[in-house]
């Protein structure tokens, strides 16, 4: 059961442009999302994370926004570097259960 | 600090074998998870463990299976392979593995079922 999908496998973005990458879920009953980040040959790595209770969380060049209403999540990168390049995914969790929902990954390529 | 380590980083296996992959959490984390990734499906939640028991487990067949072991260190066998477990095996590891906490990632074992 897909309940966390990233629609959109690749984006290209020129340097020092906004990436913004998007992730919809279906579980209303969630209440933490988190992004990571993930390099070739090489694990995960936490970005920056919401809770429910909050729209908007930012970090540095990054900002993720959550619309509950929609049951959407994006986040964005400004502005976007060569090193930004990497898959994305978002993931979503519920209080008091001990797992993550990960979406497929978006595959970010910053151009120079 | 060392971060999450995970053993070997590659396996190649035939049809048929059992296999069993190794995890060693950062020091200090109690709780351990396994994820699946293969192209296009994303992390697919396998297990998790915390303080050598299974809080949790994910839609996959019984040839999966794992424990945890006193010092937190996991693992994770499959048995019986089929080519269709040919996949990256992620192990994740966090303080308490509650929902609002970050999960450190080791590199994972490519495991290619041939």
């Known amino acids: 059961d897909q309940q966390v999908k990233q629609n959109s496998p690749s984006l290209s973005v020129q340097e020092g442009r906004i990436s913004i990458l998007n992730c919809d879920y279906t579980?209303?009953?969630?209440?933490?999302f988190l992004w990571y980040k993930k390099y070739p040959a090489e694990g995960p790595t936490f970005l920056i994370s919401i809770s429910s209770i909050k729209d908007k969380n930012e970090d540095g060049r990054f900002t993720v926004f959550l619309n509950k209403s929609a049951k959407h999540l994006s986040l964005h990168i400004v502005p976007s570097q060569p090193g930004d390049s990497a898959v994305y995914f978002c993931a979503a969790s519920r209080y008091n259960f001990n797992k993550f929902y990960f979406g497929s990954g978006t595959k970010l390529n910053v151009k120079p | 600090k060392a971060g999450v380590t995970q053993t070997p980083r590659y396996l190649i296996k035939t049809r048929g074998q059992q296999v069993t992959l190794s995890c060693s959490p950062i020091?200090?984390?109690?709780?351990v998870s396994w994820y699946q990734q293969t192209p296009g499906q994303g992390l697919q939640f396998l297990f998790e463990?915390?303080?050598?028991?299974?809080?949790n487990k994910g839609n996959f067949p019984g040839r999966f299976s794992g424990r945890q072991f006193s010092n937190s260190r996991s693992e994770m066998n499959v048995s019986t392979l089929e080519l269709g477990d040919s996949a990256l095996y992620l192990c994740?590891?966090?303080?308490?593995?509650?929902?609002?906490?970050?999960?450190?990632f080791g590199s994972g074992t490519q495991l290619s079922v041939l």
């Open positions: 579980n209303s009953m969630f209440d933490y």
């Open positions: 994740a590891s966090s303080l308490q593995g509650a929902a609002n906490e970050k999960l450190f």
């Open positions: 463990y915390f303080s050598e028991t299974q809080r």
């Open positions: 020091s200090g984390h109690r709780s």
